[in-house]
């Protein structure tokens, strides 16, 4: 699931009245190809329930919740979930296609598979070209890229409750959009000026300074273990890295993990069979790498010519297709 903005979602809390009604959720599934033996229901990092997915990928269970956002997570993707006692909700997917086979029936089915199909027209939209705009285009791009958003919420059939938490993220999105807008305006007065060097351990044994790689293109990753959308770039990172393994680029991976997570990391390159150069930075976000270019998300990727200047400080990421135009033309 391709996600550039992450807002902290405020959560509307309503409890059931009517004493007829059920004072929890039934919530089953049938998951095909599931990724794995469980399901998690997420409030942000908080795991509320753990429930068992058979081998034929059918869980059925029931829980009590405040009502609002959530987060089903089946070990290797998330999706988005809206809660409420008294909802019986069934939910039919294939892991493989995760996001685009999702389908609810059920009471609760209207609101999340509103959700759903936000998540499917957020992956189809075009952030790059919206983050490559002029402030002017920025600005009348972004407000209708709000006004859709919203226009999926006119449905009077909706949960008021859902729509109410609905809009509040559309709004929050939209200033964290801009946000990170800004801060790319920010980091593009770097490029063509000489790179910050590092420093770091390496995986492979010793360290690996900047200067070690000079002569080649240099494609920086900066990631952790813990960071979702990080983890999901992984999969277009080593197809790049076998694309162009006999090219003039080096494919660097700077983990901002923190310093009790190193074997975790260690981990997750063995587990992974991650590529290129694995690196660990010193002092995690306040690493001066990190800060030298003012790095406050991640994954971030940076692109740094073979005579350690920078060609992009906020680059292209693997899974888009301007990473390939990019460095097709600088690598031919």
């Not at 081998?55 to 979930?81: A, H, M, Q, R």
């Not at 992984?234 to 901002?256: C, G, T």
């Amino acid at each position: 699931m391709k996600k550039i903005v992450f807002v902290v979602i405020a959560f509307v809390f309503s409890f059931l009245s009517n004493a007829q009604d059920k004072k929890y959720i039934a919530f089953q599934a049938e998951i095909a190809n599931r990724n794995g033996d469980f399901i998690f229901i997420r409030q942000n990092q908080k795991i509320i329930k753990k429930i068992e997915v058979n081998k034929n990928g059918i869980f059925k269970d029931t829980l009590k919740v405040v009502e609002g956002p959530y987060l089903l997570f089946d070990g290797v993707e998330y999706t988005s979930l809206y809660l409420k006692n008294g909802y019986d909700l069934k939910l039919k997917m294939d892991a493989k296609d995760f996001d685009a086979s999702i389908v609810y029936t059920g009471k609760g089915s209207l609101e999340n598979n509103c959700l759903a199909q936000k998540t499917i027209l957020d992956a189809k939209y075009d952030y790059d070209k919206l983050l490559a705009a002029s402030p002017v285009d920025f600005k009348r791009l972004s407000q209708e890229k709000i006004a859709s958003d919203l226009l999926q919420l006119k449905n009077n059939k909706l949960d008021p409750n859902f729509v109410t938490v609905q809009k509040k993220e559309i709004e929050e999105s939209l200033v964290g959009l801009t946000k990170y807008y800004e801060q790319e305006q920010e980091n593009n007065k770097m490029n063509n000026l000489p790179s910050p060097s590092f420093n770091y351990l390496n995986y492979a044994g010793g360290t690996t300074k900047l200067e070690d790689l000079k002569g080649k293109y240099v494609y920086i990753d900066v990631w952790a273990t813990w960071c979702g959308p990080c983890r999901q770039e992984i999969p277009f990172l080593k197809k790049a890295e076998a694309k162009y393994h006999d090219k003039n680029i080096a494919f660097v991976s700077i983990s901002i993990d923190k310093l009790k997570d190193q074997e975790k990391w260690k981990t997750m390159i063995k587990e992974k069979e991650l590529g290129g150069v694995q690196l660990f930075a010193d002092n995690d976000w306040n690493s001066k790498f990190v800060q030298d270019y003012k790095i406050t998300g991640i994954p971030r990727f940076i692109l740094i010519d073979p005579n350690g200047i920078i060609v992009k400080a906020s680059a292209a990421r693997p899974s888009s297709d301007d990473l390939a135009k990019e460095l097709d033309v600088l690598l031919k």
